[in-house]
């Protein structure tokens, strides 16, 4: 057969034309899957080993040279029944092919080392509740799965989870408040409530009717510090909030203070279920107001979390 030939005819039976200059490269460049055969013919002199190398079919293989020929607009393999050999141009062309495939190769490896060192870290921020009675049993999950992984841990209130996200100090964040922060994403994780809680010698333990939200509102608390979720949360139930008795950083350190006797605070069940258990701290009943929340993940707009921070989002839901 000759070089100007495929298997099938001429170029000219065809009605190949080489490609003009314009347009994307990438109209214009066979696919990798095609330079691969292409090469794999070049080494094994048979199309027919070249396709069971690549795991296709002989005719798919058949198709895709003849689809590349088309493209160059030269032909590039000549068959014979002793095997199929270069032409002059497929000789060339393959040269060339060998340095695009080593580059591509090249790329993955690269793409890979920057996979791999993305998946050897992750930076969580998550607001208090969620850092002290979620995130352990999750992370312990993750690390099951992820031996490899070194994971460090931010605290914070859900404003300051938001502004870590936005600067690119975390790969996924947690908050607790009623909106989503300006520039991110978010998914719900979780459910939780707020409740009221006080020593057991403090006077509304002893009610025999639930506290009104007025009364709630007027009373000095122990209180989470602004920008906080569990602040926000009781801020907009509430319609304002009497001047702090205390304010406080942490969820740890607002309950310990309640337990102390400081005053009544209010704070996330999942947050005092021992100490409700021990009567360290005793539920106060609540009528008119509602206290509910969401816990979400959160992320920048428009980067969904991938590699490990993907994994813990999952593993939020299980």
């Not at 340095?99 to 921020?125: I, K, N, P």
């Not at 007025?214 to 979720?229: F, V, Y």
């Not at 406080?248 to 607002?254: C, E, F, I, P, R």
Request: glycine fraction near 10%; charge should be positive; avoid cysteine.
């Amino acid at each position: 057969m000759a070089s100007g030939q495929t298997e099938t005819g001429t170029f000219a039976e065809e009605g190949a034309r080489p490609p003009g200059p314009a347009g994307s490269i990438a109209h214009r460049v066979p696919d990798l899957g095609a330079l691969e055969l292409l090469l794999a013919v070049a080494r094994l002199g048979s199309l027919g080993a070249a396709a069971r190398e690549l795991g296709i079919t002989q005719p798919a293989a058949s198709s895709r040279i003849r689809s590349m020929e088309r493209q160059l607009g030269v032909a590039l393999v000549d068959r014979s029944p002793r095997g199929s050999r270069l032409t002059d141009a497929g000789a060339l062309v393959t040269d060339w092919a060998r340095r695009v495939v080593e580059a591509a190769q090249a790329f993955d490896a690269g793409a890979q080392a920057l996979r791999d060192r993305r998946d050897s870290r992750l930076r969580v921020a998550a607001s208090m509740t969620i850092a002290e009675y979620l995130l352990p049993g999750w992370l312990l999950a993750l690390r099951a799965e992820r031996p490899d992984t070194a994971v460090s841990l931010l605290a914070g209130n859900s404003t300051a989870v938001a502004e870590r996200l936005l600067a690119g100090e975390a790969d996924l964040g947690f908050v607790e408040g009623l909106t989503v922060p300006s520039g991110l994403d978010s998914a719900v994780i979780a459910h939780d409530r707020l409740i009221v809680v006080a020593a057991p010698a403090h006077p509304w333990v002893r009610r025999r009717r639930p506290l009104a939200a007025r009364e709630l509102a007027s009373t000095p608390l122990i209180l989470r510090e602004k920008g906080s979720g569990t602040r926000q949360v009781l801020d907009a139930a509430l319609g304002g909030l009497a001047r702090p008795l205390i304010e406080l950083s942490s969820t740890t350190a607002v309950k310990a203070a309640a337990v102390g006797g400081a005053g009544p605070a209010v704070l996330s069940e999942l947050a005092v279920g021992e100490e409700l258990a021990m009567r360290r701290l005793v539920r106060v009943p609540v009528e008119g107001v509602l206290l509910a929340r969401e816990l979400r993940a959160v992320w920048p707009t428009g980067h969904r979390p991938t590699g490990p921070a993907r994994e813990l989002l999952s593993l939020t839901r299980g």
